[in-house]
């Protein structure tokens, strides 16, 4: 060999050696890492909720009519706990103030069915209703056009959550009936199908004392109105921890 082939292997860079394959526990470590602890991720969706206006509302409406059921057992008799309850109700009755323009935005009476129609109407009429009420609490308006639109928004509300029932019936039936994709993302959609359609009943037996006012109505309004909103607000709690 001569010596300006010696000088060239000199020079040459070593082969590279393979680097070994990374440990489990750091693969697991640095996926472990990755997710967010659970303090973090919940504060996170208390943040969106109180950020939300629909959050904020479900928050008032559960905390409103867990007082009602305080008070209606005699667990709270402060007349404060009274005026606070009635102050949450006031509350998000100002922040559902203009509901109505959404669904008189969507109306197209040429081009939408018949169907469609009466049920964004019904949605208007509604929502209009519960401004006018709304009007009527804070002085605006008499008490004969306050419980006339109590009474129409009533009404209203309750062929809504008739409508809303049947299509929460009619999906829960069709996720049911895929019962081959029986997988966690499946089995979780019909589990929050059915978390809509218990919270649908408690509104419409929240409605329902609202229109034919039983004498049992007190205690019944309390606990179907806590549960409807805590329902919505696990609801929305899923929904933002996604």
């Known amino acids: 060999m001569s ?3 010696q000088q ?3 020079c040459a860079l070593p082969t590279p050696t393979a680097s070994p394959p990374p440990e489990p526990s750091k693969i697991f470590s640095e996926k472990k890492s990755n997710r967010k602890p659970w303090p973090t991720k919940w504060l996170q969706v208390l943040q969106r909720l109180l950020k939300e206006l629909d959050g904020r509302d479900k928050m008032m409406k559960v905390i409103q009519y867990f007082i009602k059921i305080l008070l209606h057992y005699n667990l709270l008799k402060s007349k404060q706990w009274s005026t606070l309850a009635s102050q949450f109700s006031m509350t998000r009755k100002v922040l559902r103030l203009g509901n109505a ?3 008189l935005r969507e109306m197209r009476p040429r081009h939408d069915s018949l169907w469609n129609t ?3 109407s019904n949605e208007a009429v509604n929502a209009i209703s519960d401004d006018v009420f709304c009007l009527y609490k804070l002085g605006f308006v008499g008490a004969d056009i306050g419980y006339r639109s109590e009474m129409l928004s009533a009404y209203c509300w309750f062929a809504a959550i008739l409508i809303d029932l049947r299509s929460a019936f009619h999906s829960h039936a069709k996720l049911c009936a895929h019962k081959a994709d029986d997988t966690l993302e499946q089995r979780q959609k019909i589990f929050m199908a ?4 218990v919270k649908l009943m408690m509104d419409g037996i929240f409605c329902a004392c609202d229109i034919w006012q039983p004498s049992y109505s007190s205690s019944v309004q309390a606990w179907s109105g806590f549960f409807s ?5 696990y609801k929305l709690c899923v929904k933002f921890s996604n």
């Open 3 to 5: 010596i300006q082939q």
């Open 8 to 10: 060239i292997q000199r």
């Open 101 to 103: 323009l959404p669904s």
């Open 118 to 120: 009466l049920i964004l």
């Open 194 to 197: 059915e978390v809509s359609i």
């Open 229 to 233: 909103g805590a329902l919505a607000g």
